[in-house]
């Protein structure tokens, strides 16, 4: 994360994507915390999108941003506890990805071209329809938002 709030900083163009089905339990915290850091996030430098289930709906408009780094925030199963998250580069998450998504994040990266690009995964307790957040998801998405705020203040 120090680069991510490094880039910040210094200015670059940062782009956060939140990814999530909000229908479905902890699935939806990328979603909500993109909602979130939208309210509280006020960097003339830092673009976020809230893209549900459906990045690859925004192609067009990460090209028109074209920022230097990308971080991607959803729920990812990586066999950990609930609620543990963690932070890896995209070279790191194998085609077929560990997304709870439809969609390849390594091909979103062939899609967009040469950037930095991170995920930051959120382990999910439960992804059923209908289910609410889980206690220890919706506990890592107030230790996410604090640490932003924390960070870029």
Known sequence: ????????EDGEKVLIIGIG???KGDDGAGSIIAEKLKEILKKENVYIIDAENKPENYIGKIKKIS???????DC??????????RILNIDEVKEGTIST??????????LIGEIEIYLLGI????ISFGENLSFSVLNSIKKILNLFCKETS
């Open 21 to 23: 089905n909000r229908l």
């Open 123 to 126: 382990q999910p307790e439960k």
């Open 67 to 73: 920022p230097s780094l990308i971080l991607i925030i």
């Open 76 to 85: 990812a199963d990586f066999n950990s506890f609930p609620g543990d998250f």
């Open 101 to 110: 998504h439809n969609f390849s994040i390594p091909l979103l990266k062939k």
């Open 1 to 8: 994360m120090d680069r991510i709030f490094k880039k910040i």
